[in-house]
């Protein structure tokens, strides 16, 4: 066949103009199923919306067989292959949901040949009647979708996974693509290492999403906050609003609602039916906003969302850009705004304390809020921060370079000396430790910095301690904004399912004056803080 230009036309590129009706390859698309159509394994890191997908459809069209996709999204399955049907490709799945006539149809139509691609999810590969089921089909590849998930999960689902390596053991002909959109370097070598795939070359695409405004600004009051980021600045615009509880979700809809704003709640608590059409409906409509938990929008591919707030904190940097990457995947500009708070911070942590992990799961989850708190907290670029995170620092000598579209690019925060602040609210925390070994939280030692008599300080007898009255000079907002940042910084950390707050190594050197502690200065709120002290 012969392309517009008069040149050859590529199988692939065929494909990719008479199946899937597009033009070109988009960034390294093009190479990875050059690549793995050739039989080479891939591992490929590249961000949500930037067009996994093609990576390991076109190939599986264009070798002979059927490529196998695990993916754990189960859910997402059937719409997957409803919409390869739609295009004329003959896919299938196998999975839990389908009942046992249909998953004989399924399994006759892959031996016969006649599936160009069969989605399973991971936990049927441990069957050994899945293993030679393939066994007796002809396969053109596996991908992996989802690969993260290899890294990610404890170890219930390691079992899964780990069928996954012995993939390349039985079938050590068929190349293996595994995808995700998480590529800190520590998942990266983990997906490498758990799935052998030492010997694949990395397609390592760029995370940045330049059309992406990234803000993070301290909550106070966080549902009016919405409702003015909303109305200032993407009013009639589609957009998800993500909560951490369904109790949240629920009444931040409402209120969106009676303000006037178009809103429906999503939540794992609601009735498929309701689900499925408040989704249907923010796919189809043009301004509606949903307000959901994280459970929305795995596999949502609806090109102009045009902003993602968060009112909670994510749990993890990758979360974080996971979710405010569904915003703007048109290129057009969109906002991820998050309001965040000292709450929670402590909230997570307890969380985290209380929660079932184990020890280095709690580790690990520990450590995936910090650097969601130090990006919160920092005075540089957002983006470039991000982008770090991942990997992918600024090209060398750019590393002061602004991307000019996050807050702290567009007007640069401004720091202050709070290292005697610091002192006053490290003291408490050794005054308090030091108080017949009861511990408590932040709300007790602001309570205490500002001289209030509340019902806890009374009963612990905290009015008597020299430290009580002495933060005068900072509001209630102030002294949480200062515990923040302490915490951010580690020179504070939150412990046990009460939110405890603790000294950590390196408080001591502030206390002992040898450190300074640089804050950096919250914008002024709308409102006149409250709370200036008394007492
Ligand atoms: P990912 O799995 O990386 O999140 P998808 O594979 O779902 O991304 O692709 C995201 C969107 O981009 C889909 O709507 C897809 O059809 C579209 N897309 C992918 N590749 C191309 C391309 N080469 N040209 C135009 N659109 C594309
Ligand atoms: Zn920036």
Redesign the pocket.
Same mark, same amino acid.
């Given at each position: 066949a012969e392309g517009a230009g008069g040149a050859p036309e590529s199988d692939a590129l065929r494909v *990719?103009r008479r199946v899937f009706g597009?033009d070109?390859? %988009?960034g390294r698309?093009g190479e990875v199923i050059e690549h793995v159509t050739r039989g080479g394994d891939a591992v490929v890191l590249?961000p949500? =919306? =930037? =067009?996994?997908? *093609?990576c390991y459809q076109i190939p599986s069209l264009v070798r002979s067989g059927t490529g196998v996709v695990i993916s754990p999204l189960i859910a997402l399955m059937q719409d997957q292959v409803d919409a390869l049907r739609a295009l004329g490709v003959r896919a299938g799945f196998i999975n839990s949901t389908l009942d046992f006539e249909e998953r004989r149809v399924m399994e006759a139509e892959f031996l016969a040949g006649e599936l160009d691609l069969l989605y399973l999810a991971p936990e049927r590969l441990r069957l050994e009647a899945t293993t030679a089921l393939l066994e007796r089909g002809k396969i053109s590849l596996f991908a992996i979708d989802e690969a993260h998930c290899v890294a990610q999960w404890g170890h219930d689902f390691r079992p899964d996974y780990l069928s996954l390596s012995l993939l390349r053991e039985r079938w050590p002909d068929v190349p293996r693509v595994a995808l995700t959109?998480t590529a800190t370097r520590a998942t990266h070598r983990e997906i490498t290492e758990r799935l052998g795939l030492t010997e694949a070359r990395d397609f390592v695409a760029s995370f940045d999403r330049p059309n992406i405004q990234y803000r993070i600004v301290p909550k106070r009051d966080p549902k009016k906050q919405l409702l003015r980021f909303l109305k200032d600045e993407h009013e009639g615009d589609a957009g998800i609003v993500y909560c951490l509880s369904r109790n949240s979700v629920e009444r931040t809809a409402e209120f969106l609602c009676r303000n006037g704003v178009e809103a429906v709640p999503y939540h794992a608590g609601l009735d498929a039916g309701t689900r499925a059409a408040h989704q249907s409906r923010f796919l189809r409509e043009e301004g509606l906003v949903v307000v959901a938990t994280i459970a929305f929008g795995m596999g949502i591919?609806k090109p102009d969302v045009r902003f993602v707030a968060h009112l909670d904190l994510p749990k993890s940097v990758e979360g974080y850009y996971q979710e405010t990457g569904r915003a703007g %995947?048109d290129g057009l500009p969109s906002t991820a705004w998050l309001a965040y708070g000292l709450q929670d911070v402590v909230q997570q942590r307890k969380l985290i304390e209380g929660g079932e992990g184990d020890a280095a799961f709690q580790r690990r989850a520990r450590a995936h809020l910090d650097a969601m708190l130090s990006l919160c907290e920092t005075v540089s670029c957002r983006r470039g921060q991000l982008l770090a995170y991942f990997g992918q620092a600024p090209e060398e000598g750019a590393a002061e370079t602004a991307c000019g579209n996050c807050d702290t690019c567009l007007t640069p925060p401004e720091s202050w000396d709070g290292t005697v602040p610091a002192q006053k609210v490290l003291s408490t925390v050794v005054r308090l430790k030091n108080e017949r070994g009861q511990k408590f939280g932040s709300g007790q030692i602001v309570d205490i910095l500002l001289g209030r008599r509340s019902a806890k300080v009374i009963q612990f007898d905290h009015d008597a301690l020299k430290v009580f009255g002495i933060g005068s000079e900072l509001g209630e907002a102030e002294w949480r904004g200062v515990v923040r940042q302490l915490l951010a910084q580690d020179l504070l950390e939150i412990e046990g399912e009460h939110g405890t707050l603790v000294l950590t190594e390196a408080s001591a050197d502030v206390l002992r004056g040898e450190r300074e502690v640089h804050m950096r200065k919250d914008p002024a709120p709308v409102a006149k803080p409250s709370g200036s002290a008394t007492g």
């Amino acid at each position: 066949a012969e392309g517009a230009g008069g040149a050859p036309e590529s199988d692939a590129l065929r494909v *990719l103009r008479r199946v899937f009706g597009y033009d070109a390859f %988009r960034g390294r698309q093009g190479e990875v199923i050059e690549h793995v159509t050739r039989g080479g394994d891939a591992v490929v890191l590249m961000p949500t =919306g =930037g =067009g996994k997908s *093609l990576c390991y459809q076109i190939p599986s069209l264009v070798r002979s067989g059927t490529g196998v996709v695990i993916s754990p999204l189960i859910a997402l399955m059937q719409d997957q292959v409803d919409a390869l049907r739609a295009l004329g490709v003959r896919a299938g799945f196998i999975n839990s949901t389908l009942d046992f006539e249909e998953r004989r149809v399924m399994e006759a139509e892959f031996l016969a040949g006649e599936l160009d691609l069969l989605y399973l999810a991971p936990e049927r590969l441990r069957l050994e009647a899945t293993t030679a089921l393939l066994e007796r089909g002809k396969i053109s590849l596996f991908a992996i979708d989802e690969a993260h998930c290899v890294a990610q999960w404890g170890h219930d689902f390691r079992p899964d996974y780990l069928s996954l390596s012995l993939l390349r053991e039985r079938w050590p002909d068929v190349p293996r693509v595994a995808l995700t959109a998480t590529a800190t370097r520590a998942t990266h070598r983990e997906i490498t290492e758990r799935l052998g795939l030492t010997e694949a070359r990395d397609f390592v695409a760029s995370f940045d999403r330049p059309n992406i405004q990234y803000r993070i600004v301290p909550k106070r009051d966080p549902k009016k906050q919405l409702l003015r980021f909303l109305k200032d600045e993407h009013e009639g615009d589609a957009g998800i609003v993500y909560c951490l509880s369904r109790n949240s979700v629920e009444r931040t809809a409402e209120f969106l609602c009676r303000n006037g704003v178009e809103a429906v709640p999503y939540h794992a608590g609601l009735d498929a039916g309701t689900r499925a059409a408040h989704q249907s409906r923010f796919l189809r409509e043009e301004g509606l906003v949903v307000v959901a938990t994280i459970a929305f929008g795995m596999g949502i591919d609806k090109p102009d969302v045009r902003f993602v707030a968060h009112l909670d904190l994510p749990k993890s940097v990758e979360g974080y850009y996971q979710e405010t990457g569904r915003a703007g %995947r048109d290129g057009l500009p969109s906002t991820a705004w998050l309001a965040y708070g000292l709450q929670d911070v402590v909230q997570q942590r307890k969380l985290i304390e209380g929660g079932e992990g184990d020890a280095a799961f709690q580790r690990r989850a520990r450590a995936h809020l910090d650097a969601m708190l130090s990006l919160c907290e920092t005075v540089s670029c957002r983006r470039g921060q991000l982008l770090a995170y991942f990997g992918q620092a600024p090209e060398e000598g750019a590393a002061e370079t602004a991307c000019g579209n996050c807050d702290t690019c567009l007007t640069p925060p401004e720091s202050w000396d709070g290292t005697v602040p610091a002192q006053k609210v490290l003291s408490t925390v050794v005054r308090l430790k030091n108080e017949r070994g009861q511990k408590f939280g932040s709300g007790q030692i602001v309570d205490i910095l500002l001289g209030r008599r509340s019902a806890k300080v009374i009963q612990f007898d905290h009015d008597a301690l020299k430290v009580f009255g002495i933060g005068s000079e900072l509001g209630e907002a102030e002294w949480r904004g200062v515990v923040r940042q302490l915490l951010a910084q580690d020179l504070l950390e939150i412990e046990g399912e009460h939110g405890t707050l603790v000294l950590t190594e390196a408080s001591a050197d502030v206390l002992r004056g040898e450190r300074e502690v640089h804050m950096r200065k919250d914008p002024a709120p709308v409102a006149k803080p409250s709370g200036s002290a008394t007492g």
